[in-house]
């Protein structure tokens, strides 16, 4: 294993993961460099077993055992040894969670490759919240989703907070970048899949009824807290379902909406 021990936080070769708790400069560090950050061995694991190539990791001593098994299959990407008083001078908080890792962030695939045979696609338009968009690809991969798209605005699922919070599922769920609208819409046709907006309109069709005969491919669409769906991608569905609610509530969470929706369009084991 290449290791290199560190005990100065200022040290050039940790430039990727210096002050991570400034937002612009993870925005540089991650999208335009072409990197993303990942965090636990669970995560980092996860990352490279889907492919992902890794630049460095950052690791202390107690979790050298983990870096080892991690890297087997890597033995000449640097692995950064310090102390947690420059870990957490060098992130901002307490790393806790065994290791951070510097990945290089692969090509995104094509939405027609993505999609092909897909029967259940979760559709994210302007999700802004990396938390939300983390727990959002946890849904579909536990709700059985066969890909996630995002729009152009949506929060990066390959952001450290988004694949903490799916638990590393990112990695499991194909998923790629759309378009704007209506391009987006055209490659949602051209696809054979049938857009159903989550949204709350007067002529929404309740989910339950929509459920109880879907169509055999469908695209759950999802919008911002708050604002919702924009009118273009609204004019691109072919259905807008509702949630019932209760208690003078009139939505959920996305993210909760989301598994809402994918549990009730599950397909059932079989089929």
């Known amino acids: 294993m290449n290791l290199i021990p560190i005990d100065d936080a200022a040290d050039p070769r940790l430039a990727d993961y210096r002050d991570l708790t400034d937002v612009a400069l993870r925005r540089v560090l991650e999208p335009a460099g072409g990197l993303y950050m990942a965090e636990s061995a669970k995560v980092i694991g996860r990352a490279i077993a889907a492919g992902h190539r890794p630049r460095s990791l950052l690791v202390q001593q107690k979790w050298m055992p983990d870096a080892e098994a991690l890297l087997a299959q890597h033995p000449d990407v640097p692995v950064y040894l310090v102390s947690s008083e420059v870990a957490e001078s060098l992130t901002g908080y307490v790393v806790h969670r065994g290791a951070l890792a510097a990945m290089h962030r692969p090509e995104l695939p094509s939405v027609a490759a993505v999609v092909a045979g897909a029967r259940r696609v979760v559709v994210l338009e302007d999700i802004v919240d990396h938390t939300n968009v983390g727990a959002m690809f946890r849904g579909a991969a536990g709700l059985g989703a066969d890909a996630v798209l995002v729009g152009p605005r949506c929060a990066d699922p390959l952001y450290r907070r988004s694949v903490r919070v799916s638990m590393g599922t990112v990695f499991q769920v194909p998923w790629t970048r759309l378009p704007g609208w209506p391009e987006a819409g055209i490659l949602l046709r051209d696809a054979g899949l049938h857009v159903a907006a989550l949204a709350l309109r007067d002529d929404a069709v309740p989910l339950d009824v929509f459920a109880a005969d879907p169509p055999e491919r469908v695209a759950l669409m999802l919008g911002a807290e708050g604002d919702g769906l924009s009118a273009r991608a609204l004019a691109a569905a ?34």
């Open 238 to 271: 072919d259905t807008v379902i509702e949630i019932p609610m209760a208690g003078g509530v009139d939505s959920l969470n996305v993210a909760a909406a989301s598994a809402v929706a994918l549990w009730a369009l599950r397909i059932p084991p079989g089929r």
